[in-house]
């Protein structure tokens, strides 16, 4: 009998837990990205901050694929699936044709029709954004060093859109970083003039953690000199800052936008039913209606069944999709057996508001646990290393963190050529 | 007294030295370089083939100078020098008055009027270039993984142009690459059809050396399958490839060009006598002709005095000529003697040939010993992580080298996305 071929589409979360699963599996896997590494991308914040280096949260995709000899890694870029053919369509033309099919080609960014954002605000969805943030904001020191009283208004006011996780954990990291490391960087700037802005369109920040945390996350980060707007829509952002719904105007060059995402555009590429936020409508066992070759795992998929829920976009979901979505497969082809829908199994969440603070909720299955403060930090720490794919990127990481802890100093403050269309410094100082 | 302005062009080997040699002293100090950080270059080779992170062999010019109190930075292209209001004009339009100029603005790569370099070729003088050329290397590899027989010629072909230093590490390192680690990623490539060919136009690579150790290299290289064309000129680059003046065709999308350097463009800038690579002719002393306010220090110094030598293009030099300008600047504001003309220590020069071959010639002042094979392997990587700057560059260095000696492995083969016009793989592969 012929292998069965299994094509995954994107290298995140779900697609290599998908790819994973199939190991010591007589099936053929191909996997594609547009990229030859994965992201962490919970981490992209912090090379945004100088904290982290790009190295740290990106690794090889054949690296991690080395000790797996049915998969093979294809760097294309998907536009398409043909699922008269069952083949996957590339944007060179070509065509790889596929007996099973996963979609996890993930989200992007989105900007709710607010004017501008596309145009002039920063994001933090892919390593190439979070490192021309990092040179962009430290450009914007380097210039107010070179003009002095001369700079534009709204030079060091930063101003992050969006009080979610990412939006939280950039905003603590971002007053650090001018709190206690760029000073000594910049000692003819008035440091004191920073300001870092958070805007959320809801009355609290981080509204998926229960009140305590979200209560002791917003005093942490007001403590440390972030700036809430709560309760506050932009209406508009241009390339000399943002205006709210309320006609307030925010000089600032710097919006960073972590104001929510949709779903990747190979959603509607899929010719199927979408949901909320672009996301594919799918099966309970999270194959597609109609197409049972076809499945889809992470931030792509949407409400499951009539009824079931829509999960939230994490990295967690994705890597129990990806990996239910498999073993589906391999139940088809009868091998194993796999419960006929998909169920989420939470175990907690956490968010890092900066040193000695975080929050962390275990899920009420594993005892309910709540942590604050340094017990949070700790366990931020021990989960996030734990995930981290690889021990390069592991000891990595855990070298910055341990250097910026013990001394203050954040190595990766390095201001490197832009690449054009995500964010330009010299169009914007 | 009003405290003296010293103003330094180019925060590399000559522009840092000069910098700390003034601290300590009551003068004012203002550093200007393009970049925020300077970058040692004679490891970016290590960058290009992924066996270095680009954070290993660059650090913030402001980490560096955190310590000296006297001395700013600035962030700033430079346009010219004007001498008569004594002033260093900047790209936008700005001016720095100076009462003192050393100018150690360094070199860029010479063409030698090959047509089809500057559009086709790659370079190693910068870390944008070093990135741009692995990201280029590693798609060169995706490229042949995904198109297999039809993949077209030369895809796998890697021509450097230049036998010196730099083009012998670079084929050496290449080698390693393509040999050990790549094989791993692309079981489905033919890497037994890979290619590095070195082209020389004198009749031997590293004509510094003398000719035992240079035997050796050559002898190294060629075992471990790098191509060698001696007496070997190129007529023309394009961008499938390069002609030699004898008419032979080398079919590549890789041509690296590492077979000279002339001096930067702020050498004719200077409005002084110019010399063989359009270095500037100085007085003994290094001070320009007629303008004893002025200095220049590493690359972009040429012949001295009437018949002065020429000193070589390389660090040490650069780090020995910025100090000796900073002492001749201090000597004339009366704060210490310095003899009147530059003299150049030679302490002696290597180069690494790949995994434990590397050649080391002490200057014959030392003891004139030579060193092959794993004692000058181990000679390198000493003096290398002593003079990398920054223990946090030469940790990494030093972790990376480890994990690539132990395990064949390089954690740096990221495919990031170009900048445009240093090597832009999309139009090319």
Same mark, same amino acid.
């Given at each position: 009998?012929?292998?069965?071929?299994?094509?995954?589409?994107?290298?995140?979360?779900?697609?290599? @837990?998908?790819?994973?699963?199939?190991?010591?599996?007589?099936?053929?896997?191909?996997?594609?990205?547009?990229?030859?590494?994965?992201?962490?991308?919970?981490?992209?914040?912090?090379?945004?901050?100088?904290?982290?280096?790009?190295?740290?949260?990106?690794?090889?995709?054949?690296?991690? +694929?080395?000790?797996?000899?049915?998969?093979?890694?294809?760097?294309?870029?998907?536009?398409?699936?043909?699922?008269?053919?069952?083949?996957?369509?590339?944007?060179?033309?070509?065509?790889?044709?596929?007996?099973?099919?996963?979609?996890?080609?993930?989200?992007?960014?989105?900007?709710?029709?607010?004017?501008?954002?596309?145009?002039?605000?920063?994001?933090?969805?892919?390593?190439?954004?979070?490192?021309?943030?990092?040179?962009?904001?430290? @450009?914007?020191?380097?210039?107010?060093?070179?003009?002095?009283?001369?700079?534009?208004?709204?030079?060091?006011?930063? $101003?992050?859109?969006?009080?979610?996780?990412?939006?939280?954990?950039?905003?603590? @990291?971002?007053?650090?970083?001018?709190?206690?490391?760029?000073?000594?960087?910049?000692?003819?700037?008035?440091?004191?003039?920073?300001?870092?802005? +958070?805007?959320?369109?809801?009355?609290?920040?981080?509204?998926?953690?229960?009140?305590?945390?979200?209560?002791?996350?917003?005093?942490?980060?007001?403590?440390?000199?972030?700036?809430?707007?709560?309760?506050?829509?932009?209406?508009?952002?241009?390339?000399?800052?943002?205006?709210?719904?309320?006609?307030?105007?925010?000089?600032?060059?710097?919006?960073?936008?972590?104001?929510?995402?949709?779903?990747?555009?190979?959603?509607?590429?899929?010719?199927?039913?979408?949901?909320?936020?672009?996301?594919?409508?799918?099966?309970?066992?999270?194959?597609?209606?109609?197409?049972?070759?076809?499945?889809?795992?992470?931030?792509?998929?949407?409400?499951?069944?009539?009824?079931?829920?829509?999960?939230?976009?994490?990295?967690?979901?994705?890597?129990?999709?990806?990996?239910?979505?498999?073993?589906?497969?391999?139940?088809?082809?009868?091998?194993?057996?796999?419960?006929?829908?998909?169920?989420?199994?939470?175990?907690?969440?956490?968010?890092?508001?900066?040193?000695?603070?975080?929050?962390?909720?275990?899920?009420?299955?594993?005892?309910?646990?709540?942590?604050?403060?340094?017990?949070?930090?700790?366990?931020?720490?021990?989960?996030?290393?734990?995930?981290?794919?690889?021990?390069?990127?592991?000891?990595?990481?855990? $070298?910055?963190?341990?250097?910026?802890?013990?001394?203050?100093?954040?190595?990766?403050?390095?201001?490197?050529?832009?690449?054009?269309?995500?964010?330009?410094?010299?169009?914007?100082?």
């Amino acid at each position: 009998m012929k292998q069965p071929h299994i094509v995954i589409i994107g290298a995140g979360f779900a697609g290599m @837990s998908a790819a994973r699963t199939f190991r010591r599996h007589d099936v053929r896997v191909t996997l594609i990205d547009r990229n030859n590494y994965y992201t962490f991308q919970p981490l992209l914040y912090q090379v945004a901050t100088a904290l982290l280096e790009a190295d740290d949260v990106a690794r090889s995709v054949r690296a991690s +694929l080395r000790g797996q000899r049915n998969a093979r890694f294809l760097q294309a870029d998907v536009s398409g699936v043909d699922h008269d053919s069952k083949e996957v369509l590339l944007a060179d033309g070509s065509r790889v044709a596929f007996d099973w099919l996963i979609n996890c080609a993930g989200s992007r960014y989105n900007h709710f029709g607010v004017p501008g954002v596309p145009e002039h605000a920063f994001f933090l969805k892919t390593l190439t954004e979070a490192v021309n943030l990092r040179s962009h904001i430290l @450009s914007c020191f380097e210039r107010a060093s070179r003009d002095g009283a001369a700079a534009p208004p709204g030079l060091l006011e930063f $101003v992050i859109v969006g009080g979610g996780p990412t939006g939280v954990e950039l905003a603590g @990291s971002l007053v650090e970083l001018f709190g206690r490391v760029l000073p000594k960087d910049f000692p003819e700037v008035d440091t004191g003039a920073v300001r870092v802005h +958070l805007v959320e369109a809801q009355d609290s920040i981080l509204t998926a953690y229960p009140p305590r945390l979200r209560c002791y996350a917003a005093n942490v980060l007001k403590k440390r000199g972030v700036q809430l707007h709560l309760d506050t829509q932009l209406a508009a952002v241009t390339a000399e800052g943002a205006r709210t719904a309320d006609g307030q105007q925010l000089a600032s060059r710097t919006i960073v936008w972590a104001a929510g995402i949709r779903a990747s555009s190979l959603a509607p590429a899929m010719d199927s039913p979408l949901g909320r936020g672009q996301r594919l409508e799918l099966n309970a066992d999270l194959s597609l209606p109609e197409r049972p070759w076809a499945f889809a795992a992470g931030d792509i998929a949407g409400q499951l069944g009539d009824e079931g829920p829509a999960h939230p976009q994490v990295g967690q979901v994705a890597i129990q999709q990806g990996r239910f979505a498999a073993r589906q497969i391999l139940a088809r082809l009868g091998r194993g057996r796999v419960r006929p829908e998909f169920r989420y199994s939470d175990r907690g969440n956490m968010a890092i508001i900066g040193r000695n603070a975080a929050i962390a909720e275990l899920s009420p299955r594993l005892g309910g646990l709540r942590l604050t403060g340094f017990p949070g930090f700790i366990a931020w720490l021990f989960i996030h290393l734990l995930y981290l794919p690889g021990h390069r990127n592991r000891f990595g990481a855990l $070298v910055n963190w341990a250097i910026h802890y013990f001394t203050f100093d954040r190595h990766a403050r390095l201001i490197t050529e832009m690449v054009p269309g995500k964010g330009d410094c010299e169009n914007r100082n």
